[in-house]
């Protein structure tokens, strides 16, 4: 059954970004005519609404501190998203299997999330902003590549999906002081922005 694997690996590229994640799903279905991509993600409507947001998304993601603040907005959003990926691959019958797939994707969209914020609060701490855009873009290949080899080989994408979760896991363990100084550095901008008077 390719659908648990589908919903696992387009979790971990929810969890990443997600509007990301239902665009290239959705232009794959509506233009490439792969079957399997569930049909709501190849409405007119969707595509655009998802095309502006990850516009957005893509810009706020490579300016420090606000992809912070953008990931914290997003805490909610991908998690959510990634259920919803893995319920409408299921049909979202409200049986066994939409329950089962909702919480694969959704759990491990929460992983991947957080293992991005993570990372990126340690990336902030660096003093100039090219390895934030770096980082990002990063992250913006890896979805694209990942939501593509979901909708043409999702056995293969689910097996990718493994390794990076336990490479970021690692890696979160690897380097949790500089993420605790990434936080404590945006704490502070998050404070400078809701009062510009006192520094």
Known sequence: MEMLPAAFASGWASGINAWGTVLVLGVLGRFAHIDGIPAG????DVLIIVAVLCAIELVADKIPYIDSAWDTISTVIRPLAGAAIGALYAGATGDLATITLAAVGGVTALVSHLTKAGLRLAVNTSPEPFTNVAASA????????????????????AV???????????????????????????????????NPTAA
Do not use: E, H, M, N
């Not at 993600?41 to 007119?44: I, K, L, S």
């Open 41 to 44: 993600f190849q409405r007119t």
């Open 138 to 157: 990063a992250g913006d290949v890896a979805v694209t590549g990942v939501a593509t080899l979901v909708a043409l080989a999702p056995v293969a994408a």
């Open 160 to 194: 990718v999906v493994a390794v990076l979760l336990v490479l970021g896991l690692l890696a979160l363990w690897a380097i949790a002081s500089r993420i605790r100084r990434g936080w404590l550095a945006y704490q502070r901008w998050l404070s400078r922005r809701k």
